[in-house]
């Protein structure tokens, strides 16, 4: 998924979070269902998934991943969702977190899902926000199964970089923040 798609989706759910607050309860009601099998997130989300992706296009459950992820936690920053929870790891000194963060590396597309929702449940308790457009770009190719393996590394590596990169310094580079874009 492009970078400017990804962030014309998230400038959508932004204006949802400022104008329909009953469309953020939808969408956090969706994070219950596999991603787009929720009918009551069909409105919000289908406007933007291609004419030609079918109902199991792992772009289009990146859509439904990542605005079900916002509604639970619709607080927007330039750095990724591992290098907050790298922050968050640095700040509170909480051994579980790497735990987790681990867990959630190893995680196949089919239960991502579940690691996804606990690490941003996590960052709200704080008030740390992350890239959104950033996560729907690379959950569009870690949900992929079909894609070449090396694409689903590449992003994990570039995760495990930005997680631990962040236990070092607030000011640490994050390897995430210009996800590349699978062939």
């Known amino acids: 998924m492009k970078r400017d798609d990804a962030q ?31 009918p009551k997130a069909f409105p919000y989300v289908e406007r933007f998934v291609g004419r030609d992706w079918h109902s199991a296009d792992a772009r289009r459950l990146a859509l ?33 977190l790497e735990l987790r963060f681990r867990a ?19 960052l709200s308790v704080d008030g740390l926000g992350y890239d959104h457009a950033g996560l729907l770009a690379d959950l569009a190719v870690w949900l992929d199964e079909r894609s070449d393996p090396a694409w689903r590394d590449d992003v994990k590596r570039r995760w495990a970089r930005a997680f631990y990169g962040a236990l070092q310094a607030d000011d640490a580079v994050d390897a995430t923040t210009t996800p590349t874009t699978a062939p």
């Open 8 to 38: 014309r989706f998230i400038d959508h759910l932004l204006r949802l979070k400022e104008q329909d607050r009953g469309a953020l309860a939808a969408l956090r009601h969706s994070l219950a269902f596999a991603p787009g099998d929720d």
């Open 64 to 96: 439904y991943a990542v605005a079900g992820l916002f509604a639970a936690h619709p607080v927007v920053h330039d750095r990724s969702l591992p290098a907050a929870l790298g922050k968050l790891l640095r700040d509170k000194d909480r051994p579980s």
């Open 104 to 122: 959630l590396l190893e995680a196949d597309a089919d239960g991502l899902m579940p690691h996804l929702r606990q690490s941003v449940s996590l």
